[in-house]
């Protein structure tokens, strides 16, 4: 094997693992997700198992990114993203950055038949942005109702749960932050 093609395999594990720690994730809970033992994605993260197709691919898909990102190819020079959204559970998600820093995504959740809405937790500060109908976002205790131009911030230790609020699908932009991070927004004075 030459040099180049070891560098970009040598790149793999660590970029596995970087993605893994950004989006909060421990090895238990990406081998939930994917069907991978935690042996084999520690393994995978440290260099001592080989990156093949039938591993990457599930990652690929619980990280929602492509998977040359995953491999790290070079880039073309073209500066546009190249969206690949991911449906499940009557959501579509759309990336809109590649990982590293905040996440930019665009969110469509179609409405769903009333059922007892699962909160969740994970690492960072989440920015909602409502594009187009009603969301409703259950944080802790509280249930709020946003209309298009409406926007939250908050850290994603709170439980929280997001849906469509009513029966019409709502489209929103969603940045995820590292633990930490938040928006500084700057007012000019008029």
């Known amino acids: 094997m030459n040099s180049a093609k070891k560098d970009v ?29 935690e042996s084999t994605l520690s393994r995978l993260e440290g260099g001592s ?3 093949t197709l039938e591993l990457l691919l599930p990652l690929a898909e619980v ?19 190249h969206l690949r959204p991911v449906t499940r559970g009557g959501m579509t998600l759309v990336p ?5 820093g905040a996440q930019a995504y665009k969110l469509l959740i179609s409405p769903a038949p009333q059922s007892e809405p699962e909160l969740q937790t994970h690492e960072g500060f989440e920015w909602i942005y409502v594009l187009a109908g ?20 908050f850290d994603t230790h709170v439980p929280h749960w997001i849906g469509a609020d009513g029966d019409q699908a709502v489209e929103l ?15 000019r004075a008029t």
């Open 9 to 37: 395999l040598d790149a793999v594990g660590p970029r596995l693992r970087e993605l893994r720690r950004r989006r909060g994730m421990t090895l238990a809970e990406l081998g939930q997700r994917t069907g991978i033992s």
């Open 49 to 51: 198992r080989k990156p």
């Open 63 to 81: 990280y929602a990114v492509p998977l040359d990102h995953l491999v790290g190819a070079p880039r073309t020079g073209d500066p546009r993203i």
């Open 96 to 100: 809109l950055s590649d990982p590293g």
């Open 134 to 153: 009603r969301l409703r976002l259950l944080l802790g205790e509280q249930s709020l109702s946003l209309n298009p131009g409406e926007a939250a911030e």
């Open 173 to 187: 932009l969603i940045l995820l932050g590292r633990q930490g991070e938040r928006a500084h927004l700057r007012v």
